[in-house]
């Protein structure tokens, strides 16, 4: 394998080397990059700050009528327990879980964290 170590006008170094050892080298950063994704991914597993849903719980999700009555049952708790720990009037609540009324960013906020989810997991589907 050839490699020309070289200036450029500027006197900036740089190498010149085959395009498929290039492709070599740049396959093998990426697989680092995936590998230091994952390892984060699983350390936050393990840390239990995010958790995994079951083939099941998609399908819960799917079926339900916005993804927060997926979660508050995913929970366990009652309507008026979670719209008590999110300081969310009961009647507004329940209309946003049953997708009659779209909640605004602070409701979704403040059910996020009584829930321990991110907030997107909340948002419904723009259709």
Known sequence: MTIVRTRT???EAIVILPEAEFERLRDLAEEAT???TLAA???RLQGGEEE???????????AAPTPLAFWRGKRGL????LARQAGVPEERFSA????????DVQLYRQ???ALGIEIEDLVPDAS
């Open 9 to 11: 006008p500027a006197g």
């Open 41 to 43: 991914a699983l350390a």
């Open 52 to 62: 995994l849903l079951s083939g099941g719980d998609l399908d819960a999700l799917r």
């Open 34 to 36: 995936d590998a230091r």
């Open 78 to 81: 009652s309507a008026a327990d």
């Open 96 to 103: 946003v879980e049953r997708g009659e009324s779209i909640g």
């Open 111 to 113: 059910v996020a964290r």
